[in-house]
């Protein structure tokens, strides 16, 4: 009975992983898209000659 549950168990496990993986993959995407989106370096020649 034992070894039906960790075979149970351990078939879940082995399904679950990829989609962790896929939706770890999709978080980082995400993650670089945000970042570049926040880059303001080619705003700085409009900094540069802001008058404050």
């Known amino acids: 009975m034992s070894e039906a549950v ?5 078939s879940f496990v082995l399904a679950m992983a990829p989609v962790c993986v896929a939706a770890h993959y999709y978080q ?3 993650r670089r ?3 570049r989106q926040l880059d303001h370096r080619h705003y700085w020649p409009h900094w540069r000659n802001a008058r404050h």
């Open 33 to 35: 898209r945000r970042l």
């Open 28 to 30: 980082e995407q995400v």
């Open 6 to 10: 960790g075979i149970v168990v351990g």
